[in-house]
């Protein structure tokens, strides 16, 4: 690959994950190329994607910098940038019980908030068939982790570490798509830590930078 950034990442337009990874190299400084891969072409189960992700779905990175080490599921990539390129911990934590917590949310995010999400956005956007029981237990499930971050934030401004980190970056893509796209609520009234977290996040340079972006690749 000759684009002369430092990474390349594949991700998706619309997919939540591979934005998550961007608002962190844009966080960290860090040079990338993203390649967006057309899921409606099937692009993402090609054998030029496949070799380096066999799960076939995105993210995936590749450091040039480092031997053109591939990586691929969105948490593990935030953790390697972190452990690799944040020596200044601008975005992660530095004592062992943090670095607990910090992995903590990210488990949480991963098998808490992306799946029950996605499946969320699969019954009310994308499935042929309306089945309101699926859609009901879903939007419900979406409730119930804002419920736990609401309660937590509610308490204290940010995840772990008084500040900004991966963990708080990680929830953010998934919460915009659900707010958007799978649920009307006064989400203010109800999440009001929540809500004014979310919004800090988004007041973020680097969120404000990728915000712009996907308007201009997305027109």
Known sequence: MSHGKQFTLFSHLRGPNGWKV???????????????????????????????????????????HNDDFVLWESDAILLYLVDRYDPEH???????REKYQQLQWLFFQSSGQGPYFGQAAWFIRLHSEQIPSAQERYRNEIKRVWSVLDGVLSKQEWLVGGKCTIADISFIPWNDIALSHLIQIDFAAEYPALAAWQQKLHDRPAQKKLQELKAAVSS
Do not use: C, W
């Open 22 to 64: 961007a608002m962190v190299f844009e966080e960290l400084g860090l040079t990338y190329e993203t390649t967006f891969l057309d899921f409606q072409k099937g692009e993402q189960k090609l054998p030029e994607h496949v070799k380096y992700n066999p799960n076939g779905r995105i993210p995936t990175i590749i450091d040039h």
């Open 90 to 96: 601008r975005i992660s934590v530095t004592s062992e």
